[in-house]
C-alpha cells in the first residue's frame, strides 16, 4: 500500500519566516509534485521532481523553491512567507516515466496560515 | 499551456439520480485524463481514468466520456449515494507527467 507523508497536518507561521513543508513516499516512486489547493482554483502544481537533485517549476512557482537530496523526500521551502501563501500544501508521488502515465497518490496534506 | 475548465463548480442531486460533471481542455495532443475524488479532510484519490484510444471507460456506477475532437470529457455517477458527497477534480495531462487539475466540483448527495 502506497503512503505519502507530510511531516505537518497543521502549521501557523509569521510574514517573512522561512517555512519548510516535508514529504516522503516509501514506495520507491521516482516523480514527486508539489501542489497548492485553493477553493474554487483546483490542484496548481507550484515545482515537481522526476529524480534526485532534479526539480522543474510547475505553474506557480513564484516564492517557492524545492530540494530533493533523497529518493523517498521532497521538500518544499517558503523562503519568505506571504499571507498570500495561505493554502492547503499537498505533495504527491507516481512510478514511472513516458509514454506510460501512472497513478498520482497523495500525501493528507498541511493547511498553512502565515500571519 | 494546457488549460482545463470544469463545470458546474457545484452540484446537488437527490440519492439515486446520476450526477454528471464535464471538463473541457485546450491541448489536443493531451492523451490521459484522470477523476478524482476528494472526501472533506481527506487526500484526492484517482477513481477512473481514459486514455484517448478509448471513447468511454466504466467502473460499477461510475464512467467517463472522452471526446477528443471536441476536446472534453465528463464523469457520470448513477445511482448516486451518500458516500458520493465530495469534491471531484478531473485533470489532463501536458508533457511527460504534469497533471493540469480542473477547479472542482463538489458534489452533494441528498437523501
Known amino acids: 500500500d502506497v503512503k505519502v507523508t507530510q511531516s505537518s497536518r497543521y502549521l501557523v507561521k509569521r510574514t517573512g519566516e522561512k517555512v519548510f513543508l516535508e514529504c516522503v513516499q516509501d514506495?520507491?516512486?521516482?516523480?514527486m509534485f508539489w501542489y497548492r489547493q485553493d477553493p474554487g482554483l483546483g490542484l496548481r502544481l507550484i515545482y515537481f521532481?522526476?529524480?534526485?537533485?532534479?526539480?522543474e517549476k510547475g505553474d506557480i512557482p513564484e516564492g517557492y523553491s524545492v530540494s530533493r537530496e533523497k529518493k523517498e523526500r521532497f521538500s518544499l521551502i517558503l523562503e519568505s512567507a506571504s499571507t498570500n501563501q495561505t493554502s492547503m500544501y499537498l505533495c504527491?508521488?507516481?512510478?514511472?516515466?513516458?509514454?506510460?502515465?501512472?497513478?498520482?497518490?497523495f500525501g493528507p496534506g498541511t493547511r498553512l496560515t502565515v500571519l | 499551456g494546457e488549460n482545463v475548465e470544469q463545470h458546474p463548480s457545484t452540484l446537488s442531486v437527490q440519492e439515486g439520480d446520476s450526477a454528471v460533471i464535464k471538463c473541457t481542455y485546450s491541448?489536443?495532443?493531451?492523451?490521459?485524463f484522470p477523476w478524482y475524488k476528494q472526501e472533506l479532510g481527506k487526500r484526492p484519490q484517482l477513481i477512473i481514468d481514459?486514455?484517448?484510444?478509448?471513447g468511454e471507460k466504466k467502473d460499477q456506477r461510475i464512467a467517463v466520456t472522452l471526446n477528443k475532437t471536441a476536446k472534453h470529457f465528463s464523469l457520470h455517477i448513477t445511482e448516486t449515494q451518500p458516500e458520493d458527497s465530495a469534491v471531484y477534480f478531473c485533470?489532463?495531462?501536458?508533457?511527460?507527467?504534469?497533471?493540469?487539475f480542473g477547479q472542482g466540483t463538489r458534489l452533494t448527495i441528498n437523501p
Open positions: 504527491a508521488s507516481n512510478k514511472g516515466a513516458a509514454p506510460t502515465y501512472n497513478e498520482q497518490f
Open positions: 514506495m520507491d516512486h521516482e516523480n
Open positions: 521532481s522526476y529524480d534526485v537533485k532534479m526539480k
Open positions: 491541448d489536443s495532443a493531451s492523451n490521459y
Open positions: 481514459i486514455r484517448s484510444n478509448v
Open positions: 485533470a489532463v495531462i501536458q508533457g511527460a507527467q504534469k497533471l493540469v
